[in-house]
């Protein structure tokens, strides 16, 4: 989606946009075109892979349409490959290691900052999204590996994946 961004380990394109506060009014064409894709396939949710720099270990955030077993779902299952979870991101401390839920707070911060607009996205067409944050100073394979077990769970997830 965003090569100038993965060349330059950054999430702004050629123009300078960050891509992913892009996501409720969109300027940029990669933008418009995922929102495109998204509005034609309909998914039932959308998972947004990053690599945060370094700043804390892996983290898995959600918009409010996820349902907190899922979450912790999650975060047990990279935990059982010793896989190191964040205990503190964006300024809170996490009460399951790996698990940020976007509560009401955190929520109407972001609406009135342009934040997470992805989840604001999903959530203003019902659709829940997973943003799985993985630490970017950990070596590649590793870094694969837990965006693979994040999918895979998912896969596997034999309940509602939202809320109903």
């Known amino acids: 989606m965003n090569p100038v961004g993965l060349a330059f380990s950054s999430r702004e394109n050629e123009m300078g946009c960050n891509l992913n506060r892009d996501y409720h009014n969109p300027t940029q064409a990669e933008t418009k075109r995922i929102i495109s894709e998204i509005d034609k396939f309909k998914p039932d949710i959308i998972l947004d892979l990053h690599e945060n720099n370094g700043n804390w270990k892996t983290c898995i955030m959600a918009n409010s349409l996820v349902s907190d077993e899922l979450g912790k779902n999650l975060c047990e ?8 979870l964040a205990e503190f991101a964006f300024d809170t401390n996490l009460e399951i290691p ?10 109407a911060i972001n609406y009135l900052a342009g934040l997470n607009d992805l989840m604001r996205y999903g959530e203003e067409n019902n659709i829940p999204v997973i943003t799985l944050e993985s630490d970017q100073s950990l ?8 965006c693979t ?14 809320r109903l």
Not at 77 to 84: H, Q, R
Not at 139 to 146: M, N, S, Y
């Open 139 to 146: 070596e590649q394979k590793k870094r694969i590996e837990i």
């Open 98 to 107: 790996g698990w940020h839920k976007r509560g009401s707070y955190r929520k």
């Open 149 to 162: 077990s994040v999918v895979n769970a998912l896969i596997h997830y034999d309940k509602p994946i939202g």
């Open 77 to 84: 299952d990279l935990k059982t490959k010793s896989i190191p």
